[in-house]
């Protein structure tokens, strides 16, 4: 399917993890103009980078990076950095076009971004690492900044990788500058509860969705896809609040036991064997298999497109909570749709992470520091009002959570490109 919107910014392979023919549906039904789709759906600036690192073989390597940023009307750029092979700057674009819209679901001051190296990180020592972090940064320094472009930490990075870009970043400007930067660890002006954040985030919304079905948690059995800092921490909080975590994945592969895991020794066997393989008293599942497990709510928090044409007419969870990033294609969405599935769209149900790096951000600038109570309550009003929102515009439209976020988004980010005179 070529869509208008696949027209404008796809620039290569046709990787399409957007529902784009739900966009294409929110143009058509607000009756969007030329203008406005353009300056919604083409980036502000797509950047491709490469740089040469030194290997501890003694040869050396060019790498390539990415950096794209959508409209910047509300904020500055905001998005993550990942580490990942197949980092394109078509895939980059396409999740920082999410990021544009993410931040305006939550109604946070920002624009979208988001980039990466191509790399497999597993690959590299830490020294390895570090120098390519530290020379993607030195690539595209002039176009990041507190108020340009403020990266944060996303597949295969982490707070030590947001370490070494903040270092980077003030030893090029020779100044301290906090703010650039968010998911740094809590001893460079980082906030603890963002390595949580973004399952919390999550969470949250699930619970106003149990709360309007007269769901109890105990009778909500959960199967989790990644086992990474969002995966994780979400097994963790939802077996912490009483659901029943029937299955869990990692890349290598899933486990499975329908009477439920401990999820404090999942995690402990994950750091002692490498993996959460072998689990004792589980049964190995593939990642497939995860997908379709008996459960109540699946939450896919690993990579984009898993949920597609070939399995979702098999998932067997009411609620789908998308806390990766465009894991849904849009063929299996409107097969979930059809099939009476809740689908929880990543740009409300993820946007925890960042708004965690806002409150980051903020704190940053201000030299201020919150109590962690302070930063909890806020994202939980924050999260509540959000799902609020675009709960009410589908009721009022009949139509999925997906398409209600799209509008709002899409309409918040109109009117700062209005207000501004851009249209
Ligand atoms: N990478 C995260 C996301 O996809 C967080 C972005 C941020 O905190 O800026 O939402």
Known sequence: ?????????????????????????????????????????????????????????????????????????????????????????????????????????????????????????????????????????RAIADFIGPFKDIPAPDVYTDERTMAWILDEYERIRREHSPA????????????????????????????????????????????????????????????????????????????????GLDIAVVSSHKKQTGSIMDFPGAKNITNAELLTIPCDVLAPAALSSQLTEQNASDVKASIVLELANAPTTPAADDILFKRGKLVIPDILANAGGVVVSWFEWSQNLSGDLWEESKVLKRLRQIMTAAYADVRRISEGTGRRLRRAALELAVKRILEAERLRGNL
Do not use: W
């Open 180 to 259: 650039v930067v968010t998911g740094k660890p809590p001893e460079l002006g980082g906030i603890r509860a963002r390595r949580f954040s973004t399952a919390l985030g999550g969470v949250h919304v699930l619970e106003e969705v149990m709360k309007e079905r007269g769901l109890k948690a105990a009778d909500v059995r959960v199967a989790i896809q990644g086992f990474g800092n969002v995966g994780e921490n979400a097994a963790r909080l939802m077996r912490d609040r009483g659901c029943c975590v029937v299955a869990v994945s990692d890349a290598k592969g899933g486990i499975h036991d329908p009477t």
């Open 1 to 137: 399917m070529s869509t208008k919107h696949e027209r404008i910014h796809r620039d290569e392979k046709n990787q399409c993890t957007l529902c784009l023919a739900e966009l294409d549906s929110v143009y058509a039904d607000l009756g969007l103009t030329k203008q406005e789709l353009a300056i919604l759906t083409i980036p502000r600036r797509v950047l491709t980078v490469s740089f040469p690192v030194r290997l501890e073989s003694g040869g050396s390597r060019v790498f390539v990076g990415h950096r794209v940023q959508f409209s910047d009307a509300r904020g500055p750029a905001k998005g993550g950095i990942r580490f990942h092979p197949d980092m394109t700057s078509g895939h980059a674009s396409d999740l920082a076009f999410l990021m544009d819209l993410k931040c305006a679901v939550v109604d946070i001051p920002f624009g979208g971004a988001k980039g990466g190296v191509v790399v497999d990180a597993s690959t590299l020592s830490r020294a390895e690492l570090e120098r390519v972090t530290r020379g993607y940064i």
